[in-house]
């Protein structure tokens, strides 16, 4: 059994590949807990560079201009990627046959193409490849799943997830990100890719692991005067033996929003925000609002969960929001929904 609470020793040793994605704010800013040491940065503009490890007061020593230079100068037992997401084939392809672990940005990759292959050589080399997204650690999203698993909601029938915010444009995403989130083969779509990947994990998840019969999506772009090159809105519908799913992805919110409602055959959960929730059950005539239970410490961040996957062989399951089936899934359906909204048509997957 595995001490979720237990404080490594020594500190497990990360290499961070690349700073064009601002999620890396959340590890250059995370405060040290001791789980982990930051021991090299890969990142060839300086002048981002500069900027970030002045803003989180880390000395440019950490910089190093590639991979390559990296490994040789510091010994990595697992790195983050925080480039593009077609660059995340790259990072796999250098530093699995070196047997060192992966945790990508959300989502897995651009294509499944490029999906097939990173599992490919994850499986050969022994690696753990874990994709994260800010969802994975909301505990209302934790407190929904727990509930459909005992059965508290019934059967059930239909999940939807609306994610994304008012525009990357429109929220001051600087040049660096904005140059590959807007470019279709950088980040293998716009909103589709940037806020679907989310609706797809969590519902694989909820399912456990079950595969959609069909995709159908739609997408647009209603901003073609900012983002000409992607859609900038996205609904998939995803059409299951026995329920439905509806993912909303947008560039066109009104405000930041990442939110979920889970529907049973006799009760329903809606998870606000990471915190806030709302509950109805058989029997109640009026949902009832909840703060969730945080998470445990040692997986309460994508940095204590790979930790605690490296160090502590704590092991997560095929179906995991984390785990390497579940976001294969994810961009197989992403793939799909991209197709539909293509042709107009709904695609069948393979069983």
């Known amino acids: 059994m595995v001490n979720l609470n237990a404080q490594n020793k020594k500190p497990l040793k990360v290499g961070v ?6 999620h890396v704010h959340w590890i250059l800013g995370r405060e040290d807990r001791g789980d982990i040491e930051i021991v090299g940065i890969v990142e060839p503009n300086q002048d981002l560079a500069q900027r970030y490890m002045k803003q989180h ?33 790259e990072v796999v392809q250098f530093f699995a046959p070196r047997g060192i672990h992966v945790m990508v940005e959300k989502p897995l990759a651009v294509s499944m193409e490029h999906a097939t292959e990173m599992a490919r050589l994850a499986k050969q080399h022994n690696i753990h490849l874990l994709t994260n997204y800010e969802t994975s650690w909301y ?27 008012e525009g990357p444009i429109e929220i001051g995403v600087n040049q660096e990100f904005l140059d590959w989130l807007t470019d279709p083969v950088q980040n293998g779509g716009g909103a589709v890719t940037d806020f679907g990947c989310y609706g797809a994990n969590l ?3 909820l399912t456990q692991g079950k595969r959609p019969v069909s995709v159908t999506a739609i997408t647009k772009t209603y901003k073609p005067e900012k983002y000409p090159k992607v859609d900038d809105e996205a609904v998939i519908l995803l059409e299951y033996e026995d329920m439905t799913a509806i993912l909303e992805a947008s560039w066109n919110w009104p405000f930041n929003r990442k939110d979920m409602e889970v529907y049973g055959a006799t ?16 029997g109640e005539d009026r949902a009832t609002a909840m703060k969730a239970d945080p998470l445990p410490a040692a997986i309460n961040d994508p940095f204590a969960l790979l930790t605690s996957v490296i160090k502590d062989g704590f092991k997560i399951e095929d179906h995991d929001v984390s785990a390497l089936a579940n976001n294969l899934l994810v961009v197989e359906i992403l793939d799909a929904a991209k197709e539909s909204a293509r042709t107009g048509k709904k695609v069948l997957l393979e069983k």
Request: charged share 20%.
């Open 267 to 282: 009760g329903y959960v809606i998870s606000d925000n990471g915190s806030d929730m709302r509950v109805r059950l058989a």
């Open 203 to 205: 519902t694989t998840w």
């Open 139 to 165: 505990a209302t999203n934790k407190e929904a799943y727990e509930m459909v698993r005992a059965g508290k909601l019934g059967t059930l029938r239909k999940v939807i997830v609306r994610d994304g915010h």
């Open 57 to 89: 007061n880390m000395s440019m020593d950490l910089v190093y201009p590639t991979m390559e230079v990296m490994v040789k100068a510091v010994n990595v037992e697992a790195v983050t990627a925080f480039g593009s997401i077609y660059e995340h084939l």
């Open 17 to 22: 590949v690349g700073l064009t994605h601002t």
